[in-house]
């Protein structure tokens, strides 16, 4: 059986074609560090104005001001000059070939900017949108609201049993994952106003929305409706009484 990238500590790929009606196709490669899962990338040709650190920086950027540029503004410029002249309801078919399966579906330029945008900007070493790195080696494209969910407090709970497990003291009630994604929501906002300012029309700015929205939801969940998913866990439960 051969081994995974992961085992190997082989790149790990991720190849985006987003294919439309009139026979014009647009592919964007994936590179990713395979034990980092920092992204691997071609240094930029032209960098962008938008893409400079103190244009619309996000308000709680922790970077210093000697780094010229927003690390994630740099890596989604060549991204968002490809779909800056369209719409967020276009109807796109997008093929994600990854390295254990491949995924395919009609969707709106919108839907699949907003996955790809996911892993652009959780690898490319932004301090406050690394804390979901982790959820990218298992990336689900075009996941629903509940799975991102699940995959986001699930990955939270991992990373407190190794916090706990190397001597750390780990957060088993998620306080500090609200904490976490009101973060990221502002980077969201800050990506938000950079891209606003540098696209004609509102597809790469609709992305960022949805991936916002995701943390929203995740905020009220983890607040008032965890309860719901509780009883998939009926039997474990029971076990655990016995």
């Known amino acids: 059986m051969s081994q995974q990238p992961s085992e190997q500590n082989e790149p790990i790929q991720f190849v985006y074609k987003f294919q439309f009606e009139n026979g014009k196709e647009k592919t964007f490669g994936i590179v990713l560090d395979g034990r980092t899962l920092e992204l691997q990338t071609s240094p930029v040709a032209e960098k962008p104005e938008w893409t400079k650190l103190h244009f619309h920086q996000c308000e709680n950027c922790p970077l210093k001001p000697e780094e010229e540029y927003c690390p994630v503004a740099v890596n989604i410029s060549t991204l968002v000059e490809s779909f800056k002249l369209y719409n967020s309801t276009d109807e796109v078919f997008v093929v994600v070939e990854g390295p254990d399966r491949s995924y395919g579906k009609e969707t709106s330029v919108q839907k699949g900017l907003s996955s790809i945008m996911g892993i652009y900007m959780v690898t490319s070493n932004c301090p406050v949108m690394d804390q ?4 990218v080696r ?28 190397n001597g750390g003291t780990p957060d088993w009630k998620l306080e500090k994952l609200i904490d976490m994604y009101k973060g990221i929501s502002k980077v969201n906002k800050g990506m938000w106003q950079r891209i606003s300012a540098s696209t004609k029309l509102d597809a790469n700015v609709n992305a960022i929305v949805i991936l916002n929205s995701f943390g929203d939801i995740l905020r009220h969940f983890v607040k008032s409706s965890i309860d719901d998913i509780e009883r998939l866990f009926d039997e474990y439960i029971k076990r655990s009484s016995q």
């Not at 979901?132 to 959820?135: A, G, H, K, S």
């Open 132 to 135: 979901l790195r982790p959820m």
């Open 138 to 165: 298992f990336h689900l494209p075009f996941a629903t609201t509940t799975e991102t969910v699940y995959r986001s407090v699930g990955m939270y709970l991992l990373a407190q049993y190794f916090i706990q497990r």
